[in-house]
Antibody, heavy 115, light 106 residues
Framework: QVQLQESGPGLVKPSETLSLTCTVSGDSISTYYWSWIRQPPGKGLEWIGYIYYSGSSRYNPSLKSRVTISIDTSKNQFSLKLSSVTAADTAVYYC?????????WGQGTLVTVSS | IQMTQSPSSLSASVGDRVTITCQASQGISNYLNWYQQKPGKAPELLIYDASNLETGVPSRFSGSGSGTDFTFTISSLQPEDIATYYCQQYDNLPLTFGGGTKVEIK
């Protein structure tokens, strides 16, 4: 079955860059769109952006100036970089398959922004 | 596109019929999905394209609507349905979610 697993530091200092990787198993990343979504503690869901295997990507305008999503088809992974983070970027970050129906999700990883 | 869900929370008894509404700020055809999120877990897709039940999801869950107004229904609430439910549109980018409806047992 399709499984996604987020990995990366759980603590990032203010003004630094948050970096996460999502490893996909049970499916080829060379199909579908692959999304990042985040959820601040106790709050709702916010779509960050997605990438297609070709490398084409789209981002939420609210984060666009700080976000980069990349893909490595040889490793079946895609990644998120969010620059100039503040406490407002503290959230559980999820990766998910597709850019319409988010059919499969990773378990999520909590990233805290704090000095 | 802004998605407005109501109510933000509800309390119902086991066996009750539960209805959640989601309104889009502009027409989105049927490009509307519903998710269930249990505490500490990732959301799970229940309904896609407004009314299609995802494989493996119990038939007590259903969805309807098109355009701007959508409804999600649990026909007979079960204890395992305690969760927060979200709608999500994909007619236009950015993908956007409703604020969520927390369902509790009375």
């Amino acid at each position: 079955q399709v499984q996604l697993q987020e990995s990366g530091p759980g603590l990032v200092k203010p003004s630094e860059t948050l970096s996460l990787t999502c490893t996909v198993s049970g499916d080829s990343i060379s199909t579908y769109y692959w999304s990042w979504i985040r959820q601040p503690p106790g709050k709702g869901l916010e779509w960050i952006g997605y990438i297609y295997y070709s490398g084409s990507s789209r981002y939420n305008p609210s984060l666009k100036s700080r976000v980069t999503i990349s893909i490595d088809t040889s490793k079946n992974q895609f990644s998120l970089k969010l620059s100039s983070v503040t406490a407002a970027d503290t959230a559980v970050y999820y990766c998910a398959r597709d850019g319409s129906w988010l059919q499969y999700w990773g378990q999520g990883t909590l990233v805290t922004v704090s000095s | 596109i802004q998605m407005t869900q109501s109510p933000s929370s509800l309390s119902a008894s086991v066996g009750d019929r539960v209805t959640i509404t989601c309104q889009a700020s502009q027409g989105i055809s049927n490009y509307l999905n519903w998710y269930q999120q249990k505490p500490g877990k990732a959301p799970e897709l229940l309904i896609y394209d407004a009314s299609n039940l995802e494989t493996g999801v119990p038939s007590r869950f259903s969805g309807s609507g098109s355009g701007t107004d959508f409804t999600f229904t649990i026909s007979s609430l079960q204890p395992e349905d305690i969760a927060t439910y979200y709608c999500q549109q994909y007619d236009n980018l950015p993908l956007t979610f409703g604020g969520g409806t927390k369902v509790e047992i009375k």
